[in-house]
Structures are given as structure tokens and as C-alpha cells.
């Protein structure tokens, strides 16, 4: 599973902070949830920076050659993710 790590600023600028790979090598935790439980208790965000990027995206990524394009992929996850995690907020 692949995940995006991200910041927003102050300002509501998103950086970019890391893409990872949750899988394991031996094949354990192949949905990346033991992973994002220990991304969530470990930082202080609670996991408001972190967001699973679904299957069809991840293809869509790895299809593209386009550095426009795969940024407009990852934009709309993230900005996708931060939208149900702050409604959850309120």
C-alpha cells in the first residue's frame, strides 16, 4: 500500500513531506493498516498528514509519464483526504 505523507502550512500551502511503500517485504500488512495505526499513535497529527492512495489512483500514477499530471493525481488525493478529515473535526 502506498501512502502520502503531507503538510499544510499555515498558510494552507501543501508540502509534499514523503510517498512510502507500507507493505511489507515478507507480504504482511498488505492494506497498509498496521502501518497507518502506527503513523497515527506516533506523530502529532494523529494522522491528519497521512492519506492511503486507493488502488485506481495508484495505477493512474504509474501509468503517467507526465510530472503535471501525476501531481494533479497526488493534489486531489490529498486534498480529498483533508477534506474528510476535517469535516470529521467539526
Known amino acids: 500500500m502506498l501512502f502520502i505523507e503531507y503538510d499544510v502550512t499555515a498558510q494552507g500551502e501543501i508540502e ?3 510517498l512510502i511503500n ?8 498488505p492494506d ?3 502501518w497507518m495505526a502506527w503513523r497515527t ?3 502529532d497529527d494523529h494522522g491528519m498528514g497521512c492519506v492511503g492512495v486507493p488502488a485506481a489512483q495508484l ?3 504509474e501509468q503517467t509519464d507526465d510530472a503535471d499530471e501525476l501531481r494533479a493525481i497526488v493534489e486531489r488525493i490529498i486534498l ?3 477534506a474528510i478529515k ?3 473535526q467539526s
Open 80 to 82: 480529498a483526504d483533508r
Open 41 to 43: 499513535g506516533s506523530f
Open 22 to 29: 507500507a507493505t511489507e517485504e515478507d507480504g504482511a500488512d
Open 32 to 34: 497498509g493498516a498496521d
Open 86 to 88: 476535517e469535516a470529521a
Open 16 to 18: 509534499l513531506v514523503a
Open 59 to 61: 495505477a493512474l500514477m
